[in-house]
């Protein structure tokens, strides 16, 4: 059974205690946060310890952390305890700067200590068979891949001002979905922003609609769109278009009563937020961390494979700013020639 550390008691925290703590393969032993209300309730409710992150990290009796905390703190965490010898799991992004997130990248590189990144959307069991039948080949060969990302409501203002931007903070998820199915990175990056949900995000520097496309060397092509508002739930869909046919993922519902009457058919609305459309694939995730723990094999989703999304974040910032394709280089993801 892994011992684990969690840091942070945060919303997301929450989640993980509660996927640690009910899975047989993993046991929660100490929780840290900045605050210690949050961090002492998580604690008591699973009865773990509340200790300082330092203390967790150094800990003998703590075999991995997973990292909760705010995305300043998340690079130095994931290198502190990668040289103590943790296995870690950390949410996205690994950092919100590209060229700390290549130095914790190398940093870590020098430990062998094994990091996952939490995307957790590939663990969503409906575009987890998307992908299986893309790759067993149901449809040919991939063409044309669309990405469909909406938020129910903006956050505050006051987030917005601290998250990096929608690039790096919403729709780093979707890049990683689209390296993901199509098996690695964009050659060039397209993207186009407005603040049309609310004139105080475009104030605050960010956007908060958004459309990026994504080419491959080999002509594919991938579409992804954002928004930060959509009055009818959490619309999470992706479409592939192939050479023999085409794969859908549609919304997760509320419930799956269909209404019929002479005015129409009628459905119930998708969930209404990240944390019901994918708990299940928080499971998932967590689970199959404990498995490449245990048994030595490659994390599903690297650390490696954060930086890049994060480096599409980064292309797509640049391109809505200046209005011009960005290419993704060597030199943008820190490699050396």
Known sequence: ???IGLLGAGR?????????????ESALVAVSDVNAAPALSLANHYG??????????A???IDAVLVATSTDTHANLIEAAAQAGKAVLCEKPVDLSLERAIACQANVAKTQSPVMVGFNRRFDPN????????DAGDIGTGELLSITSFDPAPPPVSYIKVSGGLFRDMMIHDFDL??????????TVSAFGSALVDP???EAGDVDTAVVTLTWADGRLAVIKNSRRAAYGYDQRIELLGSGGLLGAKNVLENTVEKITADGNKTAKPEHFFLERYARAYQIEWASFLTAVATGSKMPATLAEGVSSLALAEAATRSAQSGETVEITSELLGERA
Do not use: Y
Not at 48 to 57: G, P
């Open 1 to 3: 059974m892994l011992r």
């Open 12 to 24: 997301i925290g929450q989640v993980h205690a509660a996927n640690i703590a009910s899975n047989r």
């Open 48 to 57: 773990a310890e509340v200790r300082e992150t330092d203390a967790i990290i």
């Open 59 to 61: 800990s003998d009796d």
């Open 127 to 134: 575009f987890a068979a998307l992908k299986a039948a893309f």
């Open 178 to 187: 689209a390296c993901w199915i199509f098996g690695g990175l964009p050659k």
């Open 200 to 202: 105080a995000i475009g």
